[in-house]
């Protein structure tokens, strides 16, 4: 089949590969044309885990192309993704300007008898909007357009991994056709068993904003039992484990640490809360919910500050500057935010990270960044650990008490073992777990 997607973003590029990799003629539209030429030379313009590969791979075999002609890409394609952006306004609802803007260009283009797919983000009640402003640009009699909902609910760091393997696929709609159309689309997979869940628009719109909503909260839940395991003396580690082994509730997200960041979470969290409110209904747990995430950085600053007293002429590294392991993505990251509170606190920041430092000086150029771990924290007077990944969990506590100025670790992530940075001298501050000073 014929496929066309408005929006090479993250969410769109990773739409483009998969459907190719799938078996799929499918044309990438979008109109940035310096992103356009980065990706006909097969150049992936962020790293995603297994991205780059596999864009190379359908170029190569003629499955997958580019153009910076929006009304290009939908041209005789019987079902088109629009995958644009929909950040957050300052009222904290969804920007849908670039999905109005993207309905506009194409709606000319589109063939006669096509499926439109919602697969951007968005609140209940847009696909009706975005019917109407795709229907206003057409000729063709109205029942020969339909808009479906199909949110994507992948995870970054695994995106790839997830499109290939999706634990569902949730499609909502309203005529049989327009479901018969992403059966098609989507036959490859569910012939693997991968299941199909077909229900209505407002349901599928709704879905995704309250998946986010609910793993948003199960990290907040955990970041709240940390204030209260460390100043009970309990490990949040093991109480987490322990809830996590009844099914019902389950281990994954319950991770207490800095906070979430990204692209989603922060912004559907904030866009359901808006949403509710516009639907007559206070939905104050949301708001509980982003309030204890910015609580988990005030926390580890206030960490520092018990450690170190004043700030002012002080060097702290910041080791992880990603939101999470696996992406180069500094949206919303924690490490960012923190250093930000303590450069105006007057501390000189060093920080390091494998795929997101340049990202991260682009957005924080006070930040000096440090091309390994130990040349981070070389002369720090503290160490704080943002982000877990391998290399940082992985460090030498020997080694790192020996390039430090002072031997203190913040650990946002409870990344190092208690009894080992013990052993070593350190002043360690762990996250949900009483410090060893």
């Not at 483009?16 to 992103?35: F, Q, R, T, Y």
């Not at 000729?139 to 199909?150: G, I, K, M, T």
Request: hydrophobic share 40%; charged share 25%.
């Amino acid at each position: 089949m014929r496929i066309g997607v408005i929006g090479t973003g993250h969410v769109g590029l990773i739409t483009c590969v998969s459907l190719a990799a799938i078996g799929h003629k499918v044309v990438g539209g979008d109109n940035d044309p310096e992103k356009i030429a980065l990706l006909e030379r097969g150049v992936a313009p962020f790293y995603e885990p297994e991205l780059q590969p596999m864009l190379e791979q359908q170029l190569k075999e003629g499955r997958l192309t580019f153009t910076a002609s929006p009304e290009e890409a939908v041209k005789d394609a019987p079902v088109v993704f629009i995958c644009v952006g929909t950040p957050p306004r300052v009222t904290g609802d969804a920007n849908l300007v670039a999905v109005e803007q993207a309905a506009r260009a194409v709606a000319p283009h589109i063939a006669d008898r096509a499926v439109v797919v919602e697969k951007s983000t968005v609140p209940s009640g847009t696909a009706q909007r975005l019917k109407r402003t795709l229907q206003r640009g057409r000729p063709q009699p109205e029942e020969h357009l339909q808009v479906v909902s199909n949110p994507e609910f992948l995870r970054e760091g695994k995106a790839v991994h997830d499109s290939m393997h999706p634990e569902r696929i949730l499609v909502g709609g309203e005529a049989e056709w327009a479901f018969e159309a992403m059966r098609e689309v989507y036959k490859p997979l569910t012939d693997q068993g991968y299941p199909l869940i077909e229900t209505s628009i407002p349901t599928a719109e709704l879905s995704k904003h309250a998946s986010n909503a609910f793993l948003a909260m199960k990290i907040s839940f955990a970041n709240a039992l940390a204030r209260v395991c460390e100043k009970a003396g309990a490990d949040v580690v093991e109480v987490a484990d322990a809830m996590g082994a009844d099914t019902r509730i389950g281990r994954a997200f319950l991770n207490a640490g800095m906070g979430y960041g990204g692209s989603c979470f922060p912004k559907d969290v904030q866009a359901f809360e808006h949403l509710s409110r516009r639907l007559g209904y206070d939905f104050r747990l949301l708001q509980e919910v982003a309030r204890i995430n910015a609580e988990a950085i005030d926390s580890t600053l206030e960490k520092v500050r018990d450690a170190l007293w004043n700030l002012e002429g002080k060097t702290v590294a910041l080791l992880g500057l990603a939101f999470k392991p696996g992406t180069d993505d500094i949206r919303e990251a924690p490490a960012l935010t923190l250093g930000a509170k303590l450069l105006a606190e007057g501390a000189k920041v060093t920080g390091y990270d494998p795929l997101a430092a340049a990202n991260a000086k682009d957005a924080l150029p006070e930040l000096e960044i440090a091309p390994d771990p130990l040349s981070a924290a070389t002369g720090a007077d503290c160490v704080v650990i943002c982000t877990e990944w391998p290399e940082i969990r992985n460090l030498d506590a020997g080694e790192l008490k020996e390039v430090m100025a002072y031997p203190v670790v913040v650990d946002g992530r409870n990344a190092f073992d208690s009894e080992s940075m013990a052993d070593h001298g350190f002043l360690y501050y762990p996250t949900g777990r009483p410090p060893l000073l």
